[in-house]
């Protein structure tokens, strides 16, 4: 009897120990551009079960997320950003929700999947086969600088 209710005391304690644990911050990078980027992946994040904060910042593209590790996974939370249409480490958004992003979102998409293929990442007219260089970027009505875009 003593030997069980000392195992059970221990099994608590450990239990204690881990939700505190659990607690996580992670950090990676999501593809996006304007202010619109930002509400929608900050949304997508924060729908997922567990987080308790996502903050994306649009000039280094990171995403910081907080989140009860025994309730989600990293992984939930990338899935559901590449869900809302953006491209992150781990997942690649759908083409039909890519296309379907409004124009000033339609970041490049070359960014995170062929990094290695794109060395030197040249910003010539309309070379890119997918047409989304900063050069041929429309729908903005200006330049299509990226600092320029956050007032879509
Ligand atoms: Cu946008």
Do not use: P
Not at 96 to 108: Q, T
């Amino acid at each position: 009897m003593y030997r069980k209710m000392l195992s059970l005391i221990c099994f608590s304690f450990l239990g204690l120990t881990l939700s505190v644990a659990q607690n996580a911050t992670e950090s990676f990078k999501v593809s996006g551009k304007c202010g619109m980027c930002e509400s929608r992946i900050e949304k997508a994040a924060s729908s997922v079960d567990g987080v308790t904060s996502a903050d994306w910042n649009k000039d280094s593209k990171i995403i910081e997320v907080s989140f009860n590790g025994a309730n989600t996974n990293v992984h939930k939370i990338h899935k559901a950003i590449a869900n809302a249409g953006h491209d992150t480490e781990m997942h690649k958004a759908k083409d039909e929700v890519y296309s379907a992003l409004h124009g000033c979102c339609k970041y490049n998409r070359v960014d995170l999947s062929q990094k290695d293929k794109n060395k030197g990442h040249k910003h010539t007219k309309g070379s890119d086969k997918n047409g989304k260089t900063h050069d041929s970027h429309s729908g903005c009505g200006h330049s299509g600088d990226q600092k320029s875009s956050s007032g879509c």
